[in-house]
């Protein structure tokens, strides 16, 4: 017997899979839905969605533009990690869902709802962060998962039951989509059905927002970002919003064939996936802020960051963003930024950003200590006591393996 749902929140996009969901909830449960569809810069109309959640009798609907706040509070967060999951991916989906599961919980309780619901699959990362991030900030709140709930587990069935219930669907989401798409203002993510098999190259018709490096202007492209406290704030010397920086960043990389990424990545789940990401903007910034840290960080500082940044990006990348060891971390980090200030100046160039500058009022680089020239600061004989002290264990140890063995201990 199904649980009893008064109202439930529903993340909802307005296309075909979560309008069926939507359809579903109703039928299924009986209960009131309210939709909630976020604008995180993934670059589609949103209003069409209302006009559906209406059409289903929906009476409360939400439709929020979360771009600055996105940026602001979870895409610089993690950036000022330099955060990287399994090396090279920027995390561009992961951190996108703390943010909407949060609102989620926020209507919930501002529309007196019990329950929320996810269009995420039973096999993926994403029905994951979703519901962590539902409990962290809930702990009694119901979840709903259609995907692990209903027997719609084909495209067929999901056409039929669309057509039953007189939903519309577009001509051309008819037929079997060649892969998914998730996309928000940090990057998009393309994966499964034609990009499954990890041997075969992706085609070009795959990546919608970088430009082929073969295809990029043979002439490079130079910009100057500024940063205070390790968030960028200016673009050759323009002052921007976070989303302002990000989107310009995203037309400057994407230009520049700057940010394309083909990933076999380990899932939370337990199994390995294959996506194809551009992030064009952030793959730019994470060369700048660590350009910027390179000149303002003690070597102390940026050893331990590194240390600590793979926990970090994988309790992202897990959906542990609302964890207490994630916060942890982040003060950690926070607290490396208070001098991460200055100038990078970066060349952009087909496929590649390359730092060739950087400045800073906060610099620990001094030219008088690395001369090769003659200096007054630095005496070069302190060397050889350091060194001497450094060596001594490794002495001592092969002083050891030389000597001859005791005849007791033989």
């Not at 209302?50 to 009798?57: L, S, V």
């Not at 590649?352 to 950087?358: K, N, Q």
């Not at 001594?392 to 000597?403: F, S």
């Given at each position: 017997m199904t649980e009893k749902i008064n109202k439930v929140v529903l993340a909802y996009s307005g296309g075909l899979d979560t309008s069926i969901i939507l359809k579903w909830l109703q039928e299924t449960y009986?209960?009131?839905v309210v939709t909630f569809t976020a604008d995180l810069g993934q670059g589609e109309e949103l209003e069409p969605a209302?006009?559906?959640?209406?059409?289903?009798?929906c009476k409360e609907i939400y439709i929020e533009d979360l771009r600055e706040e996105f940026v602001r509070d979870y895409v610089f967060p993690m950036f000022r990690a330099n955060a990287l999951y399994e090396g090279v991916y920027l995390l561009g989906t992961s951190i996108a869902r703390p943010l909407i599961a949060k609102r989620q919980i926020e209507i919930a309780k501002a529309t007196g709802a019990d329950a929320v619901c996810h269009g995420a699959t039973g096999?993926?990362?994403d029905q994951v962060r979703f519901e962590l991030g539902y409990y962290a900030l809930n702990p009694d709140i119901k979840v709903i998962a259609p995907w692990r709930e209903w027997d719609l587990n084909s495209r067929t069935k999901l056409i039929d039951y669309a057509e039953k219930h007189q939903i519309p669907i577009a001509k051309d989401k008819r037929g079997e989509a060649p892969f998914s798409v998730d996309a928000n203002l940090l990057h998009t993510s393309s994966e499964g059905k034609a990009l499954e098999d990890p041997w075969t190259e992706a085609p070009e018709y795959v990546y919608n927002r970088i430009v082929s490096p073969e295809e990029a202007p043979d002439t490079p492209t130079y910009i100057e970002i500024d940063f205070k406290k390790g968030d960028p704030v200016a673009i050759d010397g323009?002052?921007?919003?976070p989303a302002e920086i990000l989107t310009k960043l995203n037309e400057l990389g994407g230009a520049n064939g700057i940010g394309r990424l083909d990933l076999l990545e380990n899932r939370f789940v337990g199994m390995k996936s294959r996506g194809i990401y551009e992030t064009p903007g952030g793959t730019i910034l994470l060369?700048?802020?660590?350009?910027m840290e390179s000149i303002t960080l003690d070597r102390g500082a940026m050893h331990l960051k590194d240390e600590l940044m793979p926990k970090y990006a994988e309790l992202i990348y897990n959906g542990f963003w609302f964890s207490p060891e994630r916060e942890m971390l982040q003060a950690l980090i926070d607290k490396?930024?208070?001098?991460?200030?200055?100038?990078?100046?970066?060349k952009l160039y087909k496929g590649?950003?390359?730092?060739?500058?950087?400045k800073s009022p906060k610099s620990l680089y001094s030219m008088e200590h690395v001369t090769f020239e003659e200096d007054q600061v630095y005496d070069q004989r302190d060397a050889e006591g350091f060194i001497k002290l450094n060596a001594?264990?490794?002495?001592?140890?092969?002083?050891?393996?030389?000597?001859d063995i005791p005849p007791a201990y033989e």
């Open positions: 009986d209960c009131e209302r006009k559906k959640a209406e059409m289903f009798g096999k993926g990362n323009v002052k921007m919003s060369t700048a802020h660590r350009g490396s930024q208070e001098h991460v200030e200055g100038t990078v100046r970066l590649s950003a390359t730092l060739v500058g950087r001594l264990r490794l002495r001592l140890q092969k002083k050891r393996g030389d000597a």
